[in-house]
Every structure is written in structure tokens, then in C-alpha cells.
């Protein structure tokens, strides 16, 4: 019983501690935080947040392991959809990211650099950039299954559009974040989807134009992230 009550605890600190730190991160850059704020932020003695995190940079990639868990979790709600086309699901993925973002505007300009580190391969061999390699082998069998299927073009292969598919979203996402915002970000993800699905998704019942179908992350992920309910995507 006592220890389960300690692990108990610990779980919670630790989620304490990281509440506190996206809290932070949202309305000053990573490097203006400090670990005595996250400290004060999350009620606990700064020794406690070294235990949990030895770094600021533990602390980090622990946040953007969470980020590439949740992407990681509409690419597999993607995949267990067998009836969209997969030009549908695409434009579901990009849809939803920008909801999501959108959403978290100020903790994403914040923590949107360290995301780029490992996407760029500058922070190798960490729990992010392991998280990251796995939603890049699920984007991999998403576009796999659609060229088996028949509903994207043959004539490229799913490792390189994966790789154009990340392109475009992360250089849409940092235009908006820090170059113009004057748009829903919803609007301009949908619009690059287009551009990207055009030569790639082989049309099938109005695909490229329908309504993207709702993908839905585990719901573990979503109380885990704090997403308001007026963000979390529901099931049709």
C-alpha cells in the first residue's frame, strides 16, 4: 500500500511539473523559463523538479515526446479507418493539426523549435526522437496501404511522401507561427493539403474535396495534454 501511495506521488509530481512547464511555455519562449518558475508554477521545491527532469532539456523533450505521441495517435486512428480514401485521411491529418494548434497558439510558438530539433535530427536519440520515428513508420504505412489500394498515385513511394507530406506541414506551420497568423491556421493546412494530394491521391467518390472524417487520438493522450473539450475530436 505505501508503495503504491509513493508511485502514486511520484506520477502526480511529475505530471505537476510538466502542467506547470507547458503553462509557462505558453506565454514566454523555453529559454525565459527557468526551472525555479516551473517550481513555483507547480507548487513543489526545485530539487523535485531536478529529480524528475536533471535538465531543462529532459524536461523538453518529455513535452515534444507527448506532441509526437499524440500525431502518433491520429496516424493510427487513420489507419484503423478502412473505408476513407486515403486522400480523405491526409486531409483529416492536416485539418486536425491546425485545429489543434490553432488551439495552443502561444505554447507552440514556445515549444514549436524543439519539435523542429528533432524533426531535423539535431536532437538524436532521446524518448522524442524515438516517439518521432515511430509516427514517421506509421505516416510510412498509411501511404503504403493508399498506393496498395489504389487510391494514391504508384508512381511515387511511401518513404518520400512521407518525407514531402512532413515538408509541408512543418513549413506550413512555421510560416504561421511566426511569419503570419492572419488566417485560421485550419484553412492554410487544409489548402497545402490540397496543393500536396493534387499529382499524389488518385480521386475516388470526391475524395480530395469531401469533408475530412474525424481522427481521434487515445483519449489517455488527450486528458494527458489538458485539450479543452471544444478542441478534442469526436467520433461521427
Do not use: C
Not at 480514401?85 to 494548434?101: E, N, R
Not at 516517439?131 to 510510412?140: F, G, H, T
Not at 504505412?141 to 509541408?168: N, Q, V
Request: avoid cysteine; aromatic fraction near 8%; charge should be positive.
Amino acid at each position: 500500500m505505501a508503495a503504491a501511495k509513493r508511485k502514486r506521488k511520484v506520477v502526480e509530481q511529475r505530471e505537476r511539473i510538466l502542467s506547470a512547464a507547458r503553462s509557462l511555455f505558453s506565454t514566454r519562449s523555453p529559454a525565459e523559463v527557468t526551472m525555479t518558475d516551473i517550481a513555483e508554477r507547480a507548487g513543489v521545491a526545485r530539487a523535485t523538479v531536478f529529480n524528475h527532469y536533471p535538465s531543462k532539456h529532459a524536461l523538453l523533450e518529455a513535452i515534444t515526446e507527448e506532441m509526437f505521441a499524440y500525431y502518433a495517435g491520429m496516424l493510427e486512428s487513420a489507419i484503423e479507418n478502412r473505408d476513407a480514401p486515403t486522400g480523405a485521411l491526409i486531409l483529416a491529418l492536416f485539418s486536425q493539426m491546425g485545429t489543434g494548434i490553432e488551439a495552443f497558439h502561444g505554447f507552440y510558438k514556445g515549444i514549436f523549435r524543439e519539435i523542429a530539433k528533432i524533426n531535423l535530427g539535431l536532437d538524436e536519440g532521446g524518448h522524442g526522437e524515438r516517439a518521432r520515428e515511430r509516427a514517421n513508420r506509421l505516416l510510412i504505412d498509411l501511404f503504403s496501404r493508399g498506393i496498395e489500394r489504389g487510391d494514391i498515385d504508384r508512381r511515387h513511394d511511401a518513404a518520400s511522401l512521407a518525407s514531402a507530406f512532413e515538408a509541408i506541414v512543418n513549413g506550413t506551420i512555421v510560416h504561421w507561427l511566426y511569419d503570419d497568423a492572419t488566417e485560421p491556421l485550419r484553412l492554410r493546412m487544409l489548402r497545402a493539403a490540397r496543393i500536396f494530394l493534387g499529382p499524389v491521391a488518385v480521386p475516388r467518390g470526391g475524395a480530395r474535396d469531401s469533408e475530412p472524417p474525424v481522427l481521434v487520438p487515445d483519449e489517455g493522450i488527450i486528458a494527458k495534454l489538458k485539450v479543452p473539450r471544444r478542441f478534442r475530436p469526436t467520433r461521427r
